[in-house]
């Protein structure tokens, strides 16, 4: 009756469009009013403000904060012109470039849909230019962005630690680390697809001259300088004429860069003193994931700390050495990055609620039996987990989904005898294939909005991707030692 109640509420409020958020407080109040009465709503204030009260939790708004800066100071744009003049001029090169600058940017950013604002103002447009489809660049840089909660500092693997400590505890340098392998799998995958795709080679040769004009712009290469939405303003909601963009409240640049900048034309490799200089320029960003991943590692920081000291090194390299943040952006930055934690933290609020009376009336373990019960085949039941967190990540944020699914799925993978950390990372990837899996598909929408190009469109381009996806999905379940090995290594 009380699982009638609550799932039946929740996925009626999704049909009819309430966000997931809402969706989830208002079906847990359902079922503490039907089992228990208006009196046992007492202890439902208690569980939400525990909730997101955790210390542990703290780690996010300060990552966030961090990710906001970084992206706002042309770090992005750094990271980009590096990873050209050192594999732009291979076969495939800018496709690579691509995939070397979002790996090298989810460990900044923790976030899928901030890695694909960030960079695919810049690389879907040269993308096209040098004969991709606009659908295969969109996909490309949408799949690209899936490693953005997969690498540390990712805050789905901090989400995952909280929910699951209930069932085993699991240190986050753990699971930051056990990402890695992983995240490289995936980006070695998305290559190998890219590297293959169809390119339209008389567009190739008609636009063999032609100029990237957006993005690098803060370089220091061009005497244009580069401005936010508005001249001068960037918006934490919507898009200006003038090309930023702000998606999910995060702040994001489409930069102007000089009409001779090389980036995807390169038919050799930069020289060494060029590829040193952009070495020298996006040393600010390639140290925020050595600050973070060194000080935990290295026994200085806890993860919490090291989200804090993140946040004040960007803001010291944004407003005293690159100085490209200004002390008038500072306000605004601050609020961006609120208004993102604040949003984190009233889902985790409401889905923790939701947990809460699935843990209390024994709903997660009597479909963990039944579950159980279905077969005697521990591959058949991993596949059927899997299968219900893709679809589930379909339509449901991480940090929702792990609130919703850790009860009810870690018991029975713990029982199956799956370690902590694998079903850590499979899960996660899981959730991270549905950021570019329609009907929703968050990354791959942020992406077709960049190409102005229709979400169909876009949805058209991401099979093989989302193909590959799966092969590391797969890969990564039924091989422990993928996610445990780097881990085991440092003795985490």
């Given amino acids: 009756m009380i699982e009638a109640v609550l799932f039946g509420t929740f996925l009626v409020l999704l049909f009819v469009g309430v966000p997931v958020t809402f969706s989830m407080g208002i079906a847990a109040f359902a079922a503490i009013l039907v089992s228990s009465g208006v009196s046992a709503f007492n202890p439902a204030a208690g569980v939400m403000y525990a909730s997101m009260s955790s210390e542990t939790l703290l780690a996010i708004p300060f990552f966030i904060l961090a990710g906001v800066i970084m992206e706002l100071t042309g770090i992005s744009a750094r990271l980009i012109d590096l990873a050209d003049k050192c594999v732009g001029h291979r076969k495939s090169g800018l496709a690579l470039t691509t995939i070397l600058t979002a790996l090298l940017f989810s460990s900044i950013s923790g976030s899928g849909p901030a890695t694909v604002a960030a960079l695919g103002a810049i690389l879907i447009p040269a993308l096209a ?55 490289v799998l995936l980006a070695l995958a998305f290559y190998l697809v890219a590297r293959y795709l169809p390119r339209h080679m008389d567009q190739m040769k008609e636009n063999a001259d032609a100029h990237v004009r957006k993005g690098l712009g803060r370089l220091g290469m061009a005497g244009v300088p580069t401005t936010t939405a508005g001249g001068g303003t960037a918006s934490p909601g919507g898009a200006s004429p003038s090309g930023a963009r702000a998606t999910e409240g995060v702040i994001t640049l489409e930069e102007t860069i ?122 058949l039941i991993i596949l059927l987990v899997n299968l219900s967190l893709l679809i589930a990540g379909m339509f449901l944020d991480a940090v929702s989904a792990f609130y919703l699914f850790v009860p009810i799925f870690v018991p029975v993978l713990l029982e199956l005898g799956m370690d902590i950390t694998t079903i850590g990372v499979m899960m996660t990837i899981n959730l991270a294939l549905g950021l570019v899996t329609p009907p929703v598909g ?51």
């Fill in 129 to 183: 230019k040098h004969g991709y489809s606009k659908r295969h660049a969109a996909s490309l840089v949408a799949s690209a962005g899936e490693m953005g909660i997969v690498l540390p500092p990712s805050i789905a693997f901090i989400v995952f630690a909280v929910v699951a400590s209930e069932y085993e505890r699991i240190s986050i340098a753990r699971l930051f680390m056990a990402g890695v392998l992983p995240g």
């Fill in 442 to 492: 968050i990354d791959l929408f942020v992406a077709a909005g960049i190409a102005k190009i229709p979400f169909s469109e876009a949805v058209r381009g991401i099979w093989p991707f989302l193909g590959v996806g799966l092969l590391v999905l797969l890969l990564i379940t039924f091989i422990p030692q993928l996610s445990n090995w780097l881990p085991d290594l440092m003795g985490l």
């Fill in 258 to 379: 000089d009409p001779n900048a090389q980036v995807g034309r390169r038919t050799e490799r930069a020289p060494w003193p060029e590829i040193g200089r952009a070495f020298l320029r996006a040393v600010p960003g390639l140290l925020v994931p050595v600050i973070i991943l060194g000080g935990i590692y290295g026994g200085i920081f806890t993860p919490t700390e090291s989200a804090a000291v993140a946040a004040v090194y960007a803001l010291v390299v944004g407003l005293a050495l690159t100085r490209e943040l200004k002390l008038r952006d500072v306000a605004r930055v601050f609020t961006t990055a609120g208004v993102q934690s604040s949003r984190i933290m009233i889902i985790i609020a409401a889905a923790s609620l939701f947990a809460y009376v699935i843990t209390r009336n024994r709903i997660a373990s009597r479909v963990s039996e039944q579950i159980l019960a279905i077969t005697d085949s521990t591959v």
